[in-house]
């Protein structure tokens, strides 16, 4: 796998997950309110904030006809697009400040382009790695005009086909990107955990040798922990400071606590994947004297026969191994042995 550095932040199986909250429409136009939503993120534990950068006119165009119009069981049946993005873009000029403070802070920030005029601008913002929206994968042109930035480039795969995340990948290393993570995704909002196929997180990083992580919209932290155990790389995760302010996808973010505790679970999992070691922990061979071994539990004569009312296997583990049993069954002691004497093979005859 190509691991690489976004920022300080190592990207690959050999480093810390790297956790991002997604601010995405949750500041409803409120600046304050995003500002709030930064800090918090950072107390909660997140490595990155990322946010979306469009407008209603370079995302779509004002429209009431059928095509324009929102279906399918979403959360936003009915609307117009160009109704929805109205609502949910981030303001562009405060983008720099929300970099500047979320920087301050220790973390970083990025944001998904979703056209090219978005992405001159995040460049001239200074953001350390450019991202690829699920439904923009298949354009061509934006995956190029990210890629010759030279930054690294991570691409969300929701409802791509294996044909179209192979066409992005080799399209954006084409134009010139080294640095490159996948995320798997599941671009329903919210996504049920039917749906997510985690297992497909380890066959894209043996298909494309490129870290690979989780673009997650499924209700609470347990589909991303799992995600981790199995080679997830870059958890992403929208937030909120309350579900209970209503916003477009407000009912799928997790609150500054649970991202907390999701970020808490990460890392208990990072410890506990540990490498492929066989053979006791440090801690375990402190537990080996309580396997079990041969032991006299009954008075025994010298010369006496070893039955299996004299000689047991039980706990703890200063005499032979049990696997002799059957061996000295049936021999006869060497001299006297005393009840809770651990077999030796000095003391058969």
């Not at 300080?8 to 600046?31: C, K, M, W």
Request: with cysteine.
């Amino acid at each position: 796998m190509k691991a690489f550095e976004i920022n300080a932040h190592g990207i690959g199986r050999a480093f810390p997950v790297y956790t991002v909250a997604e601010l995405s429409a949750n500041h409803n136009q409120d600046f304050e309110q995003a500002v709030a939503m930064v800090r918090a993120a950072n107390d909660a534990g997140a490595d990155a904030i990322k946010l979306q950068t469009y407008t209603p006119d370079t995302i779509t165009i004002r429209s009431d006809k059928e095509y324009f119009r929102i279906g399918g069981g979403t959360l936003w049946d009915g609307r117009t697009l160009h109704d929805l993005y109205g609502e949910a873009f981030t303001p562009w000029e405060w983008q720099p400040k929300l970099k500047a403070l979320a920087n301050e802070l220790g973390m970083d920030l990025f944001s998904s382009a979703f056209d090219p005029s978005a992405v001159d601008f995040l460049e001239k913002m200074g953001v350390p790695v450019h991202k690829i929206a699920s439904f923009e994968i298949v354009d061509i042109p934006l995956i190029q005009k990210m890629a010759r930035t030279g930054k690294p480039l991570i691409i969300s795969t929701g409802m791509a086909t294996l044909e179209e995340i192979e066409e992005a990948v080799n399209t954006a290393r084409s134009a010139g990107a080294k640095q490159l993570a996948l995320l798997k995704c599941t671009s329903a909002y919210p996504a049920p955990p039917e749906q997510m196929n985690l297992k497909a997180i380890p066959d894209l990083a043996a298909r494309f040798n490129v870290p690979v992580g989780l673009s997650d919209h499924t209700f609470g932290i347990a589909v991303p922990v799992a995600a981790v155990t199995l080679g997830a790389c870059i958890v992403e995760k929208h937030f909120t400071l309350s579900r209970t302010t209503p916003g477009p996808d407000s009912a799928f973010s997790l609150e500054p606590q649970e991202f907390k505790a999701m970020v808490d679970a990460i890392r208990v999992v990072e410890k506990a994947l540990g490498t492929i070691q066989y053979g006791p922990s440090e801690q375990e061979a402190k537990s080996r004297v309580f396997r079990r071994s041969l032991f006299v539990v009954k008075d025994v004569k010298a010369g006496e026969v070893f039955t299996a009312q004299n000689l047991r296997s039980i706990r703890p583990s200063n005499g032979l191994p049990p696997k002799y049993l059957r061996e000295v069954l049936g021999r006869h002691a060497a001299r006297d042995i005393e009840r809770g004497t651990p077999l030796a093979w000095e003391l058969v005859g």
